[in-house]
């Protein structure tokens, strides 16, 4: 796009390959996320010194803070993403989830307000029937979430995540829905532009997830038929524009095995997963991102959109930290990878453990298996131990080969996979 980039890190990044593509890098504070990335001050004073026009949050950290979007706005600074009032409305999912049963998006029974107290829960929880998900309002990335199956499970889940909230988050409200038994989890990719013009782009199957943190998706899913995408497509895009909603968003939902679908939550915010989308679709999305942000109206009607193929995304996480003694990433026709590692780099401690993501596309699902599969056979990340093993050996298990898996996967299999593990199967 030919803008000039300007990129704030911490000194434990200083040696990140992100640092050294950036036209301009501006140390902001220490490794301890409160003294850098989550110093909004610190941010929005190098934005403006180094005579920035906007700035973008990424998907992480600020990515959904909106005091930070408000503070961007006053500081005539364009926030790459919706306005502060959007983020607090669709972030609070208390909130979102009244907006959603106002306009007619079906969501999760549950509880029709906050709820303050474990007695209370438990109350609710009675009413509803268990077993529950008690939740964060303003929760996100599996965190401030507990189970309770019984009215025994109610006081100490609810308390443990009530305060993993507010350590997360800084706000421990909470909120209670019928905890729906091992559904998948679809989300749909929509852009808006700031003139009421809002597209969808297709579905993404997030299912496979370890602790509610998601370990790979794809696109389209395996298990949705037309009908129902273009329903839950198009419910997707009611409920953009019932919260006024421009920017690229994605609106999440489970799906039962009956094949009923609820609305649970919409990310403000571009996320991990979004190259599937844009293999499928050839949009660039962080393009389309900021031409919004800009003020530009979309140059892409629903008519225009179409899912070609098939693409799924593999998320690389480090288990312990380290120097990168060895590097080799996959390539070939249809594989793209995301990182910021090389060789010599050491992997920090101190932020998320996901190090790189391999996305591969295929004119079918199965096309893109195998060809995930050999570009898990040709990455090789020395220095550091990785999930890359697991996950190839996941690529055969025949759950996964079937696309016959929800988000109670992982807790099913895994044993069997890390049995498989140490036991040296390996598959070429």
Same mark, same amino acid.
């Given at each position: 796009?030919?803008?000039?980039?300007?990129?704030?890190?911490?000194?434990?990044?200083?040696?990140?390959?992100?640092?050294?593509?950036?036209?301009?890098?501006?140390?902001?504070?220490?490794?301890?996320?409160?003294?850098?990335?989550?110093?909004?001050?610190?941010?929005?004073?190098?934005?403006?010194?180094?005579?920035?026009?906007?700035?973008?949050?990424?998907?992480?950290?600020?990515?959904? $803070?909106?005091?930070?979007?408000?503070?961007?706005?006053? $500081? $005539?600074?364009?926030?790459?993403?919706?306005?502060?009032?959007?983020?607090?409305?669709?972030?609070?999912?208390?909130?979102?989830?009244?907006?959603?049963?106002?306009?007619?998006?079906?969501?999760?029974?549950?509880?029709?307000?906050?709820?303050?107290?474990?007695?209370?829960?438990?109350?609710?929880?009675? %009413?509803?029937g268990y077993p529950v998900l008690i939740k964060a309002s303003a929760g996100g990335g599996g965190k401030g979430m507990r189970k309770a199956f019984s009215r025994e499970d109610i006081e100490n889940a609810f308390e443990t995540a009530k305060s993993e909230a507010k350590a997360a988050f800084g706000n421990d409200d909470m909120y209670i829905e019928k905890l729906i038994i091992n559904p998948r989890h679809i989300e749909i990719q929509i852009l808006a532009d700031k003139y009421g013009n809002t597209i969808y782009l297709g579905e993404r199957d997030c299912s496979i997830q370890r602790n509610n943190q998601k370990l790979l998706e794809e696109a389209p899913s395996a298990r949705l038929c037309k009908d129902q995408r @273009?329903?839950?497509?198009?419910?997707?895009?009611?409920?953009? %524009?019932?919260?006024?909603?421009?920017?690229?968003? @994605?609106?999440?939902? !489970?799906?039962?095995?009956?094949?009923?679908?609820?609305?649970?939550?919409?990310?403000?915010?571009?996320?991990?997963?979004?190259?599937? @989308?844009?293999?499928?679709?050839?949009?660039?999305?962080?393009?389309?991102? /900021?031409?919004?942000?800009?003020?530009? %109206?979309?140059?892409?009607?629903?008519?225009?959109?179409? !899912? $070609?193929?098939?693409?799924?995304?593999?998320? /690389?996480?480090?288990?312990?930290?380290?120097?990168? %003694?060895?590097?080799?990433?996959?390539?070939g026709y249809g594989v793209r990878v995301e990182s910021h590692l090389f060789e010599g780099y050491e992997v920090s401690p101190f932020y998320d453990s996901m190090i790189a993501k391999i996305i591969v596309t295929g004119s079918s699902r199965l096309e893109a298996v195998r060809r995930l599969r050999r570009a898990l056979e040709e990455l090789i990340i020395e220095g550091v131990k990785t999930n890359r093993e697991f996950m190839h050996l996941l690529t055969y298990h025949k759950d996964f080969i079937r696309g016959n898996y929800n988000t109670g996967f992982w807790e099913k299999n895994h044993t069997e996979i890390e049995k498989w593990l140490k036991e040296g199967i390996t598959v070429k």
């Open positions: 796009m030919d803008v000039e980039t300007v990129i704030v890190y911490s000194t434990a990044d200083k040696d990140s390959l992100a640092v050294m593509a950036a036209d301009k890098a501006v140390c902001i504070g220490p490794a301890k996320a409160a003294e850098s990335y989550l110093n909004q001050d610190a941010i929005i004073e190098t934005a403006i010194l180094t005579g920035c026009e906007a700035v973008h949050p990424g998907y992480g950290f600020l990515s959904e $803070n909106a005091a930070f979007a408000r503070k961007c706005e006053e $500081n $005539n600074l364009i926030f790459i993403g919706p306005s502060a009032d959007i983020i607090s409305s669709m972030g609070d999912k208390q909130s979102a989830r009244q907006l959603m049963i106002e306009c007619g998006v079906p969501v999760v029974p549950g509880s029709d307000g906050l709820v303050a107290t474990a007695e209370e829960a438990a109350h609710i929880a009675e %009413k509803i @273009t329903v839950m497509g198009e419910t997707a895009v009611r409920a953009a %524009k019932a919260a006024g909603y421009y920017s690229a968003g @994605t609106v999440e939902f !489970v799906v039962n095995e009956q094949g009923d679908y609820y609305f649970i939550e919409m990310n403000t915010r571009i996320q991990v997963e979004h190259p599937v @989308t844009e293999q499928v679709t050839g949009i660039d999305l962080i393009r389309e991102q /900021i031409r919004i942000a800009a003020g530009m %109206k979309l140059n892409i009607t629903q008519e225009d959109t179409c !899912v $070609n193929g098939h693409a799924i995304e593999c998320r /690389i996480n480090a288990a312990t930290p380290g120097v990168i %003694k060895f590097l080799h990433f996959p390539d």
